[in-house]
């Protein structure tokens, strides 16, 4: 796979995790409302894949050796992976109850996010447990915010 592509697929598919599931945790902790975090989620798949989109756009295009078809197929895999990686979320909040509903995805997302870091870091010839933990603990740490700054904003404005 080029490299251009592969850029954009782990960018979208890092981000795609991480706000997803921060933007989840945070609304279901702030609001326990099913329509607004599908909302939540509609709203990250579409503006924040466009805006980092652009961002590895500008940032490809300031690199020197970096072509046109390259910045271009970096742009278009970033939006699409992170786009369609999203989305995937609103299963769970479909399907179940909101609660197991944001446990699955928090399961789902750090799964995924594993398999990239595992696939990265063999890649990279580095150690794969450090590359797993350093990720996951990123994401932890998001989710666990997230969740707190949920409830902050429900106790303080509710």
């Known amino acids: ?34 329509l607004i975090v599908i909302g939540g989620i509609l709203t990250i798949a579409i503006a924040d894949a466009f805006s980092d989109a652009l961002g590895i756009h500008v940032s490809q295009e300031s690199e020197d050796h970096t072509t046109s078809k390259e910045v271009w197929e970096s742009t278009f895999s970033t939006f699409g992976t992170k786009f369609c990686f999203a989305l995937t979320f609103l299963i769970p909040v479909i399907l179940f109850e909101l609660g197991m509903a944001i446990v699955i995805s928090v399961i789902w997302g750090l799964a995924i996010l594993g398999i990239l870091s595992y696939k990265i870091a063999k890649q990279q010839k580095e150690k794969v447990w450090k590359a797993v933990v350093e990720h996951m603990t990123i994401a932890l740490i998001v989710i666990f915010i997230t969740h707190y700054i949920g409830l902050w904003i429900a106790s303080t404005f509710a």
């Open 1 to 34: 796979m080029r490299s251009s592509i592969e850029t954009g697929i782990s960018f979208g598919l890092t981000s795609g995790i991480i706000t997803t599931l921060g933007l989840m945790v945070g609304l279901n902790a702030g609001t326990g409302s099913q």
